[in-house]
């Protein structure tokens, strides 16, 4: 059976640190691209990281330099480092996995349940 679990959402204040990570189980992240969406209320799903089965990474600009993504094969996980958090970072945070990393949510083929970042001023 196969499960994407997301943690490490929690309360920061501005400037400080989190890190998300995303188990799976019942398949291998290495064969799969991984990418990290941040949903705001009342908005879509939106695609900010990514890290594809060669180790390759693309930011969105508002996370550039902020963020960065990895991939732990033998622990099949992968984490998102949030450093100097913003206010505008407060969203649910969700992992998901595909084959091809799609721009859009609703293409992958896995996902989790999110976790929530709350970054007070």
């Known amino acids: 059976q196969v499960h994407l679990v997301e943690s490490g959402g929690g309360s920061v204040q501005a400037g400080g640190s989190l890190r998300l990570s995303c188990d799976a189980s019942?398949?291998?992240?290495?064969?799969?691209?991984v990418a990290w969406f941040q949903q705001v209320p009342g908005k879509e799903r939106e695609r900010i990281v990514y890290i594809d089965i060669d180790g390759r990474t693309m930011y969105t600009g508002s996370v550039q330099g902020r963020f960065a993504i990895s991939k732990d094969n033998a622990e099949n996980t992968v984490y998102l480092q949030m450093n100097n958090l913003r206010p505008v970072d407060t969203a649910m945070y969700y992992c998901?996995?595909?084959?091809?990393?799609?721009?859009?949510?609703?293409?992958?083929?896995?996902w989790g349940q999110g976790t929530q970042v709350t970054v007070s001023s």
């Open positions: 019942g398949f291998t992240f290495s064969t799969y691209c």
């Open positions: 998901a996995a595909s084959p091809v990393c799609w721009e859009a949510f609703a293409r992958y083929t896995y």
